[in-house]
């Protein structure tokens, strides 16, 4: 047990002695002439005892009395209970802000507000001399470097504020154990959940303090929408499908209802069972003639309300344009022809202007409109245009994308199958003469896999999405196999989604919304969830981002063009099952919590008051008991 205040036991001095006092001193009684004093024996004990300076006999009234004058005192002085003893005297906090922290099973509270008064604790604390505020959710954020005033920490605490976003904490450790490089005695203390996985520190990052686990949350009673998407209909016709995915961690078997909306107008709804740690498709029907965003909305949902709901847009038919810059390779221009969602135009890769480090960020004047997708066949031009773009057989210039050799004849042995670009696609017998080896950024992600390379993997770098391969089609049997014309299909189709198409592609909270602005265009008005607005201004001659996009719901952007709605979902597993985690794994480290539930770090003066008033009604018992 710690004391805040530790000074307010100073006023036992003050009023202890004085009630000791008061038992020493000899009552002044009334002289009464009587015949005997036989039966006044006790009387002559209590004036000896009353008399100053004798023996203090036992008492209990002052015994009470003094346990009360103690209560208040300790009560005053804000005794607080610590489930764990933090060590180190630099401590850096690391605050999970991310959306299973909005669950509300911290005794009445969300699990961030039950961190937070934790933390203040931990401010509290005599122990520590400096201590570093960090939050994190889908990337890390200083509140407040390192300082001892308890001011200036408790300001950065109020500005903690909950975000709907999924739970990164590699970058905030990282920063934490930078942070504490060279510090002779320093620990981390990470308030979570701990609904994220192992966590990978960068090649060179060091564990250079103790990690400790504070542990919030109790429930799992939960269930998200971790996917939703519009799809247009096979026959070709005006309709559409919304499909969503809804996972569930509730303990046992539930009934909810899927209710789909338009405009807060009911469109559809469907009853589903959810069983704990499976996931089950909804699936509805859309008209597909005209623009309309819909939500798609999961009652009862739990203990989290960010993934109750998610939104997608659907859009009328039109192709995406794309244009190609190939010398000539048939297969890939018939596979693109082909494709009635499409509109490619081919150029010869010599008359692209950027190759040679011409315009790089804006497209070529003599285009009346930027295209939705470039594919480069071949060719790896110094500078990019600063658009969606496909590399066949050639690495985009990228930082971080580096070249480091060539592999001969590699085999695939694994692929993503769960993105969209590789979904519906089988490459175990694709054939590749040779590839490119190289490195990327850890942002990228890799798509096809062989043993000693990546053959094909995509990137957003800066609101712009690139999917490349590290070997020519001309150089493999891939041109000829099922798999090529549904990857290529794929890849346009994620990387046009930013333009209208059946469905934009919704964002996940905290990543940027990157929109495509006219040529005299600057600056687009963008309404936030609940009606906030925002006016932004396009820097450089690239796409506008827009990156305030921590709160889950319906962004309105309004441009000259017009209005277009972006979905913005959490859409996350691991951050629908909200099940708190006994341990976190850091590195090759294994922390279990420290049993600072629910904010353990606890304030117990009301039981000390509590414990005063009982004492005061049992000391006024004895009393009168005595005097009767």
Same mark, same amino acid.
């Given at each position: 047990? #710690?004391?805040?205040?530790?000074?307010?036991?100073?006023?036992?001095?003050?009023?202890?002695?004085?009630?000791?006092?008061?038992?020493?001193?000899?009552?002044?009684?009334?002289?009464?002439?009587?015949?005997?004093?036989?039966?006044?024996?006790?009387?002559?004990?209590?004036?000896?005892?009353?008399?100053?300076?004798?023996?203090?006999?036992?008492?209990?009234?002052?015994?009470?009395?003094?346990?009360?004058? &103690?209560?208040?005192?300790?009560?005053?002085?804000?005794?607080?209970?610590?489930? @764990?003893?933090?060590?180190?005297?630099?401590?850096?906090?690391?605050?999970?802000?991310?959306?299973?922290?909005?669950?509300?099973?911290?005794?009445?509270?969300?699990?961030?507000?039950?961190?937070?008064?934790?933390?203040?604790?931990?401010?509290?604390?005599?122990?520590?001399?400096?201590?570093?505020?960090?939050?994190?959710?889908?990337?890390?954020?200083?509140?407040?470097?390192?300082?001892?005033?308890?001011?200036?920490?408790? $300001?950065?605490?109020?500005?903690?504020?909950?975000?709907?976003?999924?739970?990164?904490?590699?970058?905030?450790?990282?920063?934490?154990?930078?942070?504490?490089?060279?510090?002779?005695?320093?620990?981390?203390?990470?308030?979570?959940?701990?609904?994220?996985?192992?966590?990978?520190?960068?090649?060179?990052?060091?564990?250079?303090?103790?990690?400790?686990?504070?542990?919030?949350?109790?429930?799992?009673? #939960?269930? *998200?929408?971790?996917?939703?998407?519009?799809?247009?209909?096979?026959?070709?016709?005006?309709?559409?499908?919304?499909?969503?995915?809804?996972?569930?961690?509730?303990?046992?078997?539930?009934?909810?209802?899927?209710?789909?909306?338009?405009?807060?107008?009911?469109?559809?709804?469907?009853?589903?069972?959810?069983?704990?740690?499976?996931?089950?498709?909804? =699936?509805?029907?859309?008209?597909?003639?005209?623009?309309?965003?819909?939500?798609?909305?999961?009652?009862? *949902?739990?203990?989290?309300?960010?993934?109750?709901?998610?939104?997608?847009? &659907?859009?009328?038919?039109?192709?995406?344009?794309?244009?190609?810059?190939?010398?000539?390779?048939?297969?890939?221009?018939?596979?693109?022809?082909?494709?009635?969602?499409?509109?490619?135009?081919?150029?010869?890769?010599?008359?692209?202007?950027?190759?040679?480090?011409?315009?790089?960020?804006?497209?070529?004047?003599?285009?009346?409109?930027?295209?939705?997708? =470039?594919?480069?066949?071949?060719? !790896?031009?110094? $500078?990019?245009?600063?658009?969606?773009?496909?590399?066949?057989?050639?690495?985009?210039?990228?930082?971080?994308?580096?070249?480091?050799?060539?592999?001969?004849?590699?085999?695939?042995?694994?692929?993503?199958?769960?993105?969209?670009?590789?979904?519906?696609?089988?490459?175990?017998?694709?054939?590749?003469?040779?590839?490119?080896?190289?490195?990327?950024?850890?942002?990228?992600?890799?798509?096809?896999?062989?043993?000693?390379?990546?053959?094909?993997?995509? =990137?957003?770098?800066?609101?712009?999405?690139?999917?490349?391969?590290?070997?020519?089609?001309?150089?493999?049997?891939?041109?000829?196999?099922?798999?090529?014309?549904?990857?290529?299909?794929?890849?346009? !189709?994620?990387?046009?989604?930013?333009?209208?198409?059946?469905?934009? &592609?919704?964002?996940?909270?905290?990543?940027?919304?990157?929109?495509?602005?006219?040529? $005299?265009?600057?600056?687009?008005?963008?309404?936030?969830?609940?009606?906030?607005?925002?006016?932004?201004?396009?820097?450089?001659?690239?796409?506008?981002?827009?990156?305030?996009?921590?709160?889950?719901?319906?962004?309105?952007?309004?441009?000259?063009?017009?209005?277009?709605?972006?979905?913005? $979902? @959490?859409?996350?597993?691991?951050?629908?099952?909200?099940?708190?985690?006994?341990?976190?794994?850091?590195?090759?480290?294994?922390? !279990?919590?420290?049993?600072?539930?629910?904010?353990?770090?606890?304030?117990?003066?009301?039981?000390? =008051?509590?414990?005063?008033?009982?004492?005061?009604?049992?000391?006024?018992?004895?009393?009168?008991?005595?005097?009767?």
């Amino acid at each position: 047990m #710690n004391l805040l205040d530790p000074g307010m036991l100073a006023w036992l001095a003050v009023f202890i002695p004085p009630l000791v006092l008061l038992y020493f001193l000899k009552l002044k009684r009334k002289e009464h002439p009587v015949t005997s004093i036989i039966l006044w024996q006790r009387s002559i004990q209590d004036l000896r005892a009353n008399s100053p300076f004798q023996r203090l006999r036992k008492n209990l009234l002052l015994f009470l009395q003094i346990l009360v004058f &103690v209560l208040v005192a300790a009560a005053l002085a804000r005794p607080v209970l610590l489930g @764990l003893r933090i060590s180190g005297s630099h401590r850096v906090l690391l605050i999970d802000q991310s959306a299973s922290m909005s669950s509300k099973d911290a005794g009445g509270r969300t699990r961030l507000e039950a961190a937070i008064e934790t933390a203040f604790g931990l401010i509290d604390d005599p122990d520590r001399e400096n201590m570093m505020i960090i939050g994190f959710g889908s990337d890390a954020r200083t509140y407040c470097s390192f300082t001892d005033s308890s001011v200036e920490l408790r $300001n950065a605490l109020s500005k903690v504020s909950q975000l709907q976003t999924e739970t990164r904490v590699d970058g905030a450790l990282e920063v934490a154990f930078t942070a504490l490089k060279g510090k002779t005695s320093g620990s981390v203390i990470v308030l979570s959940d701990g609904a994220f996985g192992a966590v990978g520190l960068k090649q060179g990052s060091e564990i250079t303090a103790p990690v400790h686990f504070l542990r919030f949350g109790s429930g799992s009673a #939960n269930a *998200g929408i971790v996917g939703i998407e519009a799809k247009r209909e096979a026959d070709g016709g005006g309709r559409a499908q919304v499909l969503a995915a809804v996972f569930s961690s509730f303990p046992g078997e539930q009934s909810a209802v899927a209710e789909l909306r338009r405009d807060d107008r009911l469109v559809d709804a469907a009853e589903i069972t959810l069983k704990p740690g499976t996931t089950v498709p909804c =699936v509805f029907g859309v008209d597909a003639t005209e623009h309309g965003a819909y939500t798609v909305r999961i009652t009862p *949902g739990g203990l989290m309300d960010a993934d109750d709901e998610a939104g997608v847009t &659907v859009e009328p038919a039109s192709p995406a344009a794309v244009h190609l810059y190939s010398k000539g390779s048939f297969f890939l221009k018939k596979a693109l022809e082909q494709d009635r969602e499409i509109e490619v135009t081919v150029e010869d890769p010599d008359s692209y202007s950027g190759k040679d480090g011409g315009r790089t960020d804006v497209w070529p004047e003599d285009f009346p409109s930027p295209p939705d997708v =470039v594919v480069f066949d071949g060719l !790896s031009p110094s $500078n990019r245009p600063a658009m969606n773009s496909l590399y066949l057989g050639c690495l985009p210039p990228i930082p971080g994308i580096v070249r480091t050799g060539i592999v001969s004849e590699p085999v695939v042995f694994d692929w993503n199958r769960t993105h969209p670009i590789t979904r519906y696609a089988e490459f175990s017998i694709l054939y590749v003469k040779e590839s490119a080896s190289f490195s990327m950024p850890e942002t990228a992600s890799a798509l096809i896999e062989a043993k000693d390379c990546p053959l094909a993997a995509c =990137v957003s770098d800066r609101g712009v999405r690139v999917v490349w391969t590290g070997f020519n089609l001309q150089g493999s049997d891939w041109p000829v196999q099922v798999s090529f014309p549904v990857f290529l299909k794929n890849s346009i !189709s994620w990387l046009s989604s930013g333009r209208e198409r059946t469905s934009s &592609v919704p964002v996940k909270p905290g990543s940027p919304i990157a929109l495509v602005l006219g040529k $005299n265009e600057t600056t687009a008005r963008i309404i936030k969830p609940g009606g906030e607005q925002a006016v932004v201004e396009r820097k450089g001659s690239g796409p506008l981002l827009f990156a305030d996009t921590f709160r889950t719901g319906l962004y309105v952007a309004e441009t000259a063009a017009g209005k277009r709605v972006i979905a913005c $979902n @959490l859409a996350s597993e691991s951050e629908s099952d909200i099940t708190p985690k006994d341990q976190i794994e850091v590195g090759e480290t294994r922390v !279990s919590t420290g049993g600072m539930d629910e904010g353990t770090t606890k304030e117990v003066w009301r039981l000390a =008051v509590l414990a005063a008033f009982i004492l005061m009604a049992l000391e006024w018992y004895v009393y009168h008991r005595k005097a009767s």
